[in-house]
T-cell receptor, first 112, second 114 residues
Framework: AQSVTQLGSHVSVSEGALVLLRCNYSSSVPPYLFWYVQYPNQGLQLLLKYTTGATLVKGINGFEAEFKKSETSFHLTKPSAHMSDAAEYFCAGAAYGNKLVFGAGTILRVKS | DTGVSQNPRHKITKRGQNVTFRCDPISEHNRLYWYRQTLGQGPEFLTYFQNEAQLEKSRLLSDRFSAERPKGSFSTLEIQRTEQGDSAMYLC????????????FGPGTRLTVL
C-alpha cells in the first residue's frame, strides 16, 4: 500500500530564510507526487506536481521540489520565505493517477 | 472556469440526523473525488466517480454514507444517522482526465455533529 510521510508537523522560519518541508513516500510503483497548500478555511491549492521526466519540479510562488527515487523523497523548498507563505502544506502521492494519499501535513510559520 | 464549489460551507447537526452535501465540479471534468479531513490530519480518500459511475469506495465509507453523481455532473454525499465521529471537513475535487491530472479542490463543507 502506498503511504506518504511528512517529517515535522510544525516548521518555523524567519522571513527571508530557506523553507524546507520534508516528504517521503512508500510505493511499490513509481508514484505521481504532489504538494498542496491549504490556507485557513479554504480548500487545497496545487503548488506543484511530479509525474515523469525532470526530477526538479518548479511550482507557483517560488516553490520547487526534487524527486529523489533513491531516497524515496520529494522535499519542498523555497529560497526565501515570505509572510504570505504561512499555511499548512500537504504532500500527496497517487498511483496511476487515481486517489490521492496525503501526508499528515506541515504547518509553516514565518516569523518577521 | 469557476472552480469547484461546495454547499453548504458549514453544517451543524444533532447526532442521529441525516445530512447531504453538494459538490459542483469544474465543468467538463469527468472525474470527481470526495475526501474527508479531520483536525490535524491530511485528507483521506472516500470515493470517486468517472462520469456517473462510482468506481471506488474506501472502507472509511460505512453503510451510513452514500454518494451519487447523477448525469455525471454535480455530486451529493449523504450521511445518515450522523455520529459525533463524522465531524470533519468534507472536500470535493475534480479532474479532467485519467493519469496524473491535477485534482482541483473545492473549499470544503465543515460538518459539526453535536
Amino acid at each position: 500500500a502506498q503511504s506518504v510521510t511528512q517529517l515535522g508537523s510544525h516548521v518555523s522560519v524567519s522571513e527571508g530564510a530557506l523553507v524546507l518541508l520534508r516528504c517521503n513516500y512508500s510505493s511499490s510503483v513509481p508514484p505521481y507526487l504532489f504538494w498542496y497548500v491549504q490556507y485557513p478555511n479554504q480548500g487545497l491549492q496545487l503548488l506543484l506536481k511530479y509525474t515523469t521526466g525532470a526530477t526538479l519540479v518548479k511550482g507557483i510562488n517560488g516553490f520547487e521540489a526534487e524527486f529523489k527515487k533513491s531516497e524515496t523523497s520529494f522535499h519542498l523548498t523555497k529560497p526565501s520565505a515570505h509572510m504570505s507563505d504561512a499555511a499548512e502544506y500537504f504532500c500527496a502521492g497517487a498511483a496511476y493517477g487515481n486517489k490521492l494519499v496525503f501526508g499528515a501535513g506541515t504547518i509553516l510559520r514565518v516569523k518577521s | 472556469d469557476t472552480g469547484v464549489s461546495q454547499n453548504p460551507r458549514h453544517k451543524i447537526t444533532k447526532r442521529g440526523q441525516n445530512v447531504t452535501f453538494r459538490c459542483d465540479p469544474i465543468s467538463e471534468h469527468n472525474r470527481l473525488y470526495w475526501y474527508r479531513q479531520t483536525l490535524g490530519q491530511g485528507p483521506e480518500f472516500l470515493t470517486y466517480f468517472q462520469n456517473e459511475a462510482q468506481l471506488e469506495k474506501s472502507r472509511l465509507l460505512s453503510d451510513r454514507f452514500s454518494a451519487e453523481r447523477p448525469k455525471g455532473s454535480f455530486s451529493t454525499l449523504e450521511i445518515q444517522r450522523t455520529e459525533q465521529g463524522d465531524s470533519a471537513m468534507y472536500l470535493c475535487a475534480s479532474s479532467l482526465r485519467l493519469g496524473a491530472d491535477t485534482q482541483y479542490f473545492g473549499p470544503g463543507t465543515r460538518l459539526t455533529v453535536l
